[in-house]
């Protein structure tokens, strides 16, 4: 039955757990004010939360245990569940990491001598469409929150059990129709108060969303910038990546000059190479054409085969024809070494589905 009184409400009967990731600094210190903790216990639950990635309460040990026990009345860790975990010849390991709401991603670790890169996700699916891409596929299921994007990064340096020295904006989703949450993860992930990684071995890979380019061209931070070109060529990029139709190539072209300008900082172009799509001879004249001149880094991939797509990759012999002639108007190409390629862990592989070992 209702209150008597129209102004009274019905008390609750359990107060929500909020997630010790989305509070504040400020929210968080006044939550332990509020339990009579000292100042200085702020600090060192942020550092179990981000630095040391605790999974739970009890792991907090230089805390008091009744103060344990009242944050997990009062809060929760978040945190991913790992639904399913593939591992590649090569060493990659890619991850199906389940989240609070039941919805999935993915995200893959790379190891390299003693170096460990991982590729994360900001979003669950991707709303952009192209062509010979798994993961837009399926369209979007929704944005991930800083911290869920901040996470991926944190299980896959507990599996290996090694420091992550370089993260990829590169997995499912386009970074920047997510980008106040992006950049979040970003910061959280270069703070020393977090993961601690070097603001230039943090990339994020774009689409090309014009408006936003300039936007993080006026970051204070050196996060590095990378933009999915695919053809410089406008009739074939439109085909190839419907998404960014509106952004015109000659507007690409403009901006990225001007993030140059902006930062100093050279951006690289990725091009996945797609046998008589965009790896014809004309095609390769646009891309020199659009390249020359200009401060980049092209980084060819030849395309990492799709379930179900009637597209091929290009051979190695014509990915070095590439090489040669963009060396020849003085722009640097290098052809990557698609990684985890045998467990559907490359570039425009992943995809949000139980994966099979």
Sequence with gaps: ????????????????????????????????????????????????????????????TNLPKSLREELARRCTLGGVEEAARQVSSDGSRKYLLRLSDGVSVECVGMPSRNRLAVCASTQAGCPMGCAFCATGAAGLTRSLTAAEIYEQVMHVRDDFNARVTSVVLMGQGEPFLNYDETLAALRRLNSPEGAGIGARHLTVSTCGVIPQIMRFANEPEQFTLAVSLHSAVQRTRNALMPGVRKYSLVNLYNVMGEYVSKTGRRPTYEYALIGGVNDT?????????????????VNLIQLNEVEGSK????????????????????????????????????CGQLKQRILRS
């Design 1 to 60: 039955m209702p209150p008597d009184d129209p102004g009274e409400t019905m008390p609750a009967d359990k107060t929500e757990r909020r997630d010790l990731h989305t509070l504040t600094r400020g929210e968080l210190q006044e939550l332990l004010s509020g339990l009579g903790q000292p100042a200085f216990r702020a600090k060192q639950v942020e550092e179990w939360v981000w630095v040391r990635n605790a999974r739970s309460f009890d792991e907090m």
């Design 311 to 346: 597209f091929r990759p290009s051979t190695e012999l014509r990915a070095q024809d590439f090489v040669r002639r963009l060396a020849n108007v003085g722009v640097e190409a290098t052809v990557r070494n698609s990684r985890g390629a045998d467990i559907d862990a490359a």
């Design 281 to 297: 001879d004309a095609e390769l004249q646009a891309l020199c054409d659009f390249c020359e001149g200009t401060l980049a880094h």
